[in-house]
């Protein structure tokens, strides 16, 4: 994803359809489960995040910071913490304990965060939130935070097992021009016994294949129909269950979720946890190494209001990341990050997927893949989209603008713009996707996934997003050129989103540069760190609790390192390196500690101390 630099929320109200035969049992519960059953009970330790049973056992220093007044809104249902807000010196505070169980290895703190305010600085903190456990400062936010909607944060507060302390927060605001800090639906989730992981690192549920039906309602917003999924256990440890990520739940809530799973068959489904976005599916024998199952459901999708990677702006969808995948088992045991706008959390494994999409005539359905049209019913379209070894499919539909050529190598290239983006505008993206997917290929290996459509909306409040074969993007030399990039880093040489960010977002900015003609001179010699604890190769987790300095650190001090590292050991070695790693992971999964070990190899010079000033770890 190529950020913009100060984020607004750009989904409105979510507008979730009812689908006959879609409820799934279970209550949100876990943030990461163990690999294997041990003494901890999940647990959503935080009681009444939402304000909707009055204030108890909140304690606030005004009556009026529990509310459901006229003003601001409720993320969800009616009531909400309002902080602040006065437009003169004030401070507000939220309190309430909570008991993170000692059984327990993984604590998620999450909450719904909007910031509105009358400053007009871009450089002063005036008023500013403070989240804190016990004494512990989790993050800090500010007027220059400010959003036009609710934002998710998601803290990982995993080192407080065992505790009883006070969650607070406390807002103070200065003498004029006021600022809202407005909080709702706060979450404690825990999980995770001391059980071992398992004891190989292999990644499974490995080769999934994914065949997927739907058909859409009149607008392209609601889309119904099936799903199967047929995967390997790869490792020697048995599966006795599996995970499904339903990643746009994010988008909704868990009483009214855009991506509803009923009617399971091959398993039996368990209860929603990490906000909905996880659902276990226990499988009817544990199943062995080399051994093959199959899970299917019915699937209904609802596109909430919003020109998101998840959402339709006006007559124009955009569904990213809304069909279920199957969550990743290795060493660490499963991966039930919580999902981040901030960036990104997907962690998946290299699959095919057959993807069958019954539309109305009148919309185009750019999507993941090579797709071929054939009529359908009266008025009607069906799209099949096939791709091979791809870790997510993504699809738009619209009466999109689309005009279509071929990069110089051969590759076919597709642009879709929605309604507003001149000619001019979409012959340029054509003209950079064309160059950018050659000047990638030629570095890191040829493009292998067909056709690419790039679908440019000037509205997308993140600036792009990239899938494979399928980005989404603003118009805009850097970033489309950037989201191409991620088709090698991301797409083909895969990483963990959520806890090495820097393994897409930094290599792919970095080869930005390389195919836009900059050398990245001088870049490091800028770097300013803002605390011991930051470094380029932190978590998400961090991240979310420092989001000003994600940009900054991962995509500019990452790129700028890698910058670092090819005038270290020259440029014909660091080309080779890349080309080299890039087709040892081909497919795969790519480490920090596989990089700096490739790295390494292609040099003479003792890399230790590169690795620890630019702040590599891993």
């Known amino acids: 994803m190529r950020p913009t630099p100060h984020k607004a929320l750009g989904a409105g109200a979510l507008t979730v359809a009812a689908v006959a035969a879609l409820v799934l049992p279970g209550t949100p519960a876990a943030a990461r489960p163990a690999a294997a059953p041990a003494a901890c009970t999940p647990a959503q330790t935080v009681t009444n995040g939402g304000f909707e049973n009055g204030t108890s056992p909140w304690t606030a ?55 509105d305010t009358a400053e007009t600085t871009s450089s002063t903190a005036y008023d500013k939130l403070t989240a804190k456990l016990g004494s512990t400062t989790l993050a800090t936010y500010s007027n220059l935070n400010k959003n036009s909607g609710y934002v998710q944060k998601s803290i990982d507060v995993s080192s407080f097992a065992g505790r009883t302390v006070d969650l607070s927060f406390t807002g103070t605001e200065d003498s004029s021009l006021a600022t809202s800090f407005v909080l709702d639906d706060i979450a404690l989730d825990t999980s995770g016994g001391s059980t071992p992981p398992p004891a190989d690192s292999t990644r499974t549920p490995a080769t999934p294949s994914y065949t997927v039906s739907l058909s859409s309602d009149t607008s392209g917003t609601v889309w119904n129909g099936h799903e199967s999924v047929t995967f390997t256990n790869a490792s020697a440890t048995a599966l006795s269950e599996v995970y499904l990520r339903l990643w746009d739940n994010y988008h909704g809530s868990c009483d009214a979720m855009p991506i509803k799973v009923g009617n399971v068959t091959g398993g039996t489904a368990g209860a929603l946890s990490v906000a909905c976005t996880a659902l276990k599916i226990d499988l009817p024998s544990p199943l062995a190494q080399g051994r093959s199952a199959t899970v299917g459901f019915d699937l209904g999708i609802t596109v909430p209001s919003g020109a998101d990677r998840f959402g339709h702006d006006g007559a124009f969808s955009f569904i990213g990341n809304a069909l279920p995948v199957l969550a990743v088992r290795d060493s660490a045991g499963w991966h039930l990050d919580p999902y981040t706008d901030n960036g990104e959390s997907f962690y ?10 019954d539309h109305p005539s009148t919309l185009l359905v750019p999507a993941t893949g090579t797709s071929t049209d054939t009529p359908g019913s009266s008025g009607r379209t069906v799209t099949t989209a096939t791709a091979t070894k791809v870790r997510d499919f993504a ?63 000037n509205n997308y409040w993140f600036g ?5 074969g399928f980005v989404l993007d603003v118009v805009s030399t850097t970033a489309l050129t950037h989201e191409i990039a991620h088709q090698w880093w991301y797409g ?62 991962v995509y500019g001090y990452g790129k700028c390192a890698l910058h670092d590292l090819r005038r270290l050991i020259g440029d014909t070695a660091m080309t080779k390196l890349l080309k080299d790693y890039a087709s040892a992971h081909w497919y795969g999964v790519s480490t920090t ?14 890399l230790t101390s590169f690795w620890s000033l630019h702040r590599i770890d891993g």
């Not at 809104?73 to 909570?98: F, I, M, P």
């Not at 792009?464 to 494979?468: A, F």
């Not at 897409?504 to 900015?509: A, G, L, R, V, Y």
């Not at 500690?593 to 003792?606: L, N, P, Y």
């Open 61 to 115: 220093s005004s009556p009026t910071v529990i509310t459901n007044r006229s003003g601001q809104t409720a993320h969800g249902g009616s009531s909400y913490a309002w902080l602040d807000g006065a437009g003169s010196t004030r401070t507000d505070t939220l309190t309430q304990s909570v008991t993170i169980p000692s059984g327990c290895s993984t604590a998620t703190l999450t909450y719904w965060l909007h910031i």
């Open 348 to 357: 998946s494994l290299a699959a095919d997927f057959k993807v069958t999409l």
């Open 395 to 457: 699809w738009a539909a619209g009466p999109f603008t689309k005009i279509s050529g071929s990069s110089a190598a051969g590759v076919p290239v597709n642009v879709y713009s929605v309604s507003g983006i001149s000619s001019s505008s979409a012959q340029s993206m054509l003209s950079t996707a064309r160059t950018a997917v050659d000047a990638h290929a030629s570095r890191f290996g040829a493009y292998p996934y067909g056709e690419l459509d790039a679908v440019i909306d």
């Open 492 to 553: 083909i040489v895969g990483d963990d989103e959520y806890t090495s960010p820097w393994l897409d977002e930094s290599f792919t900015d970095y080869a930005t540069d390389l195919a836009l003609g900059k050398t990245g001179s001088n870049c490091w010699s800028s770097v300013s760190w803002a605390s011991s604890a930051e470094k380029i190769t932190n978590s998400m987790a961090y991240w979310d609790a420092h989001s000003s300095r994600y940009s900054t650190v």
């Open 593 to 606: 500690a596989e990089f700096k070990a490739a790295a390494q190899a292609a040099t003479s010079t003792d």
């Open 464 to 468: 792009g997003m990239e899938y494979p």
